[in-house]
């Protein structure tokens, strides 16, 4: 977007573009075409060896209250936010963000959100995200929040752009520069200790961030989270809203964290823009990071999260990792917030499309189920609340059309069969769908004369 930032001065926007410019290397930067973290090509972190297990369990932290309204044209009222929250609770889910930055609900609607969900599940952890100052930390406490988390930019310099209350001070005429906003590594530690002192005064848990991690280096890594360790932090949340980090980056970064912050709870926050979210945030957990932050069909703006159900069936199935949620209500909680939000996941969208479990009609493909079901299928989609489909099209077989037909209970004289499959290629051919089953009922009816 073309113009002038609203609160800095040209000299500032320079200053911030400088430090971005210093921390970039050749090939992982390329101006005007991408920014992305120079650990993907790095030969040592691309070489390091993971753990040689997973972990026995872990924790999906669903955040799909905080992200739903940062999706384009979603808006939700308290009535839909109570159902969404009250299916994500009847799904398994242990810990859950209601908010973050003070944006678009006020204190008494959040307590009340809290107080509703707390009474459907007493031992819910509950986070409240960028309390970056006092009375955003006092506030957490007041809504009865169990942890309250702030974050500091990997790249200091920029941190303006990411305070909030920077934009309210400039838009009410003030000066943001009072606020002591932090605009080095030091500044950020400072002032990291401090907000720690005071969640933990109020007996919460306190949980630092680092954003713009795509930016982050070795160093800066282990200055913060040695620090914050030190400080009593009981969490450390890494997050990469630029998605720049690939899968062996992610293995790096929370190796070092774990060196320098030892015993410290590791959370991560993952977006989609390579497709890759649900594939780093496996690669996370399996080099130690034990929370991960998810939304319900990974919704939220651009390409979208790391997605609830996707993540926990890979867990449960792939890795055999314990996460607490019940697999079998994934599709009707996607159904659910696909209602509410209007935003509809793609047919093959896995896991919960409403095609991510139909084979098509491939001869081979659905003559094999009578053999083996689990042939092509890397679990049974019972297991996720789905069921298994297949259709009739220009690449089934004879056999496939007569299952099909035995299935919907209508007799067709053998020698009738190949009548019904041009039948049924010729429509779906001008529809440009399968047919339903009453077409093919109608086409057969058409055929035989019955």
Known sequence: MAGQSPHLTPDEVRHIQEAFARRRRPGSFEPGRWAVSPYNRDASVLGAPFPDHYPHSTTLRDITLRVIEQAPGVTVDRAQRRRIGEAILEAGVPEIEVSAHGWGMSPSDLRAEVAHLKSIRPDLGIKMGATQTEA???IAAEVGVTLAEFWMPALPEATPIYWSEAYRTSWAGGDWRTLGVPTTLDQEIERGIQL?????????RASTGI??????DDNHLE?????????GVDEIWLSDGAAGIGPEGWNHIIS??????????????IRNAFGLGVACAL???????????VSVNGIS????????????????????VHTGIRLDQMNTLARLVEDISGVQVSAAHAVTGRGAHNWGGTEIVVQELKVEPLLHWAYEPSLVGAEKEWIVNRTSGMWTVQDKLQQLGLHVDREKIPLVWQAIVDDVTVRHRAL???EIRAICARITGK
């Open 256 to 269: 070092l964290v774990r060196r320098f912050a030892p015993g410290c709870r590791i959370g991560t926050y």
């Open 196 to 204: 720690i002192a005071r969640i933990r005064s109020h007996g919460l």
């Open 211 to 216: 954003n713009l991690l795509t930016l982050v």
């Open 436 to 438: 339903t089953d009453d």
């Open 223 to 231: 200055r913060y989270c040695t620090a914050m360790h030190a400080a």
């Open 301 to 320: 703006a651009t390409a979208g999260q790391v997605d609830l159900a996707q993540m926990a069936t890979a867990l449960e199935v792939l890795y055999g």
């Open 283 to 293: 690669a996370a957990v399996h080099a130690g990071a034990e929370v991960t932050e």
């Open 136 to 138: 955003m930390v006092d």
